[in-house]
Nanobody, 123 residues
Framework: VQLVESGGGLVQAGGSLRLSCVASGRPSGNYALAWFRQAPGKDRELVAAISWSGGSTYYADSVKGRFTISRDNAKNTVYLQMISLKFEDTAVYYC??????????WGKGIDYWGQGTQVTVSS
């Protein structure tokens, strides 16, 4: 399985971006998807996660009300809509997939990772 992110870039504070992640070589069975991010000098952190059905979502407190995760299983794609971006949202954003959303929330032993896409928010 390969995860390929797109949609990153440079945006001014207060602006918006939408990240996409396409999964190719879909794994057998259902899988949850998530977005992580890692800023320079900081640990990687979970931003948002979504179950296979989309019925269960999770958001880090720092992005609640500003970011929305969604998925289109027909397109094997997960999205992260980001609004009201802040300087502190600057990071490399990674897509991840695993059979269990609990594993994504735990952050360890995740089955698949993308290569990342850079999001830079200018203040």
């Amino acid at each position: 399985v390969q995860l390929v992110e797109s949609g990153g870039g440079l945006v001014q504070a207060g602006g918006s971006l939408r990240l996409s992640c396409v999964a190719s070589g879909r794994p057998s069975g259902n899988y949850a998807l998530a977005w992580f991010r890692q800023a320079p000098g900081k640990d990687r952190e979970l931003v948002a996660a979504i179950s296979w059905s989309g019925g269960s979502t999770y958001y880090a407190d720092s992005v609640k009300g500003r970011f929305t995760i969604s998925r289109d299983n027909a397109k094997n794609t997960v999205y992260l809509q980001m609004i009201s971006l802040k300087f502190e949202d600057t990071a490399v954003y990674y897509c991840a997939a695993d059979g269990k959303i609990a594993t994504l929330r735990w952050g360890k032993g995740i089955d698949y990772w993308g290569q990342g896409t850079q999001v830079t928010v200018s203040s």
